[in-house]
């Protein structure tokens, strides 16, 4: 009966430390493939519709798509 619980224990401890691994990794790898949306990409955006961003546009656009997320 104890050694049950022990061995439901230990499972439990060992899949969340495996699960964490695999999801850090999958993270890491799904972040690289499609990176966060950055200044540089916001001005290019913002050029390929025909208007020349001035900072301040591109900061109140960053500010908004934070708020977002």
Request: charged share 20%.
């Amino acid at each position: 009966m104890f050694l049950d619980i022990m061995y439901i224990l230990l499972g439990l401890i060992v899949g969340l430390i495996l699960g964490f691994f695999i999801a850090r990794t999958v993270m890491k790898k799904y972040m690289k493939k499609n990176p966060p949306i950055n200044e540089k990409m916001i001005e290019t955006l913002m050029s390929g519709m025909g208007r020349k961003p001035s900072k301040k546009q591109v900061n109140q656009l960053m500010k908004q798509m934070n708020r977002m997320q």
